[in-house]
């Protein structure tokens, strides 16, 4: 059973930065790429960044490309989501998934951007 959990949310200044983590279990996480959604309030869930199995190759939405950076420790079962820069735009509920995988999301961390 996939298991997905994220955590390094919280409030912050704009300006600020914030390093959220997804540990992952249930599968074989070297063998798949991870993605990062958000959800911001009143908004559908949208995509903000990929990162291959072995994190050759990342992909970013135009909205934070240049502010935010994607990475994954294979040995720790972890992909990060390096955020710089924030901007109350960027406010949302941050969600880790795999690649592939539309069904199974963990609960999410909570980013608020605001001075």
């Known amino acids: 059973q996939v298991q997905l959990e994220e955590s390094g949310g919280g409030l912050v200044q704009p300006g600020g930065s914030l390093r959220l983590s997804c540990v992952a279990s249930g599968f074989t996480f070297r063998d798949k790429g991870m993605k990062w959604y958000r959800q911001g309030p009143g908004k559908e869930r949208e995509f903000v960044a990929t990162?291959?199995?072995?994190?050759?190759?990342?992909n970013f939405a135009a909205s934070v490309k240049g502010r935010f950076s994607i990475s994954r420790d294979n040995s720790q079962n972890t992909v990060y989501l390096q955020m710089t820069n924030l901007k109350p735009e960027d406010t949302a509920v941050y969600y880790c998934g795999v690649w592939g995988d539309d069904d199974t999301w963990g609960r999410g961390t909570q980013v608020t951007v605001s001075s």
């Open positions: 990162i291959s199995a072995h994190g050759d190759f990342v």
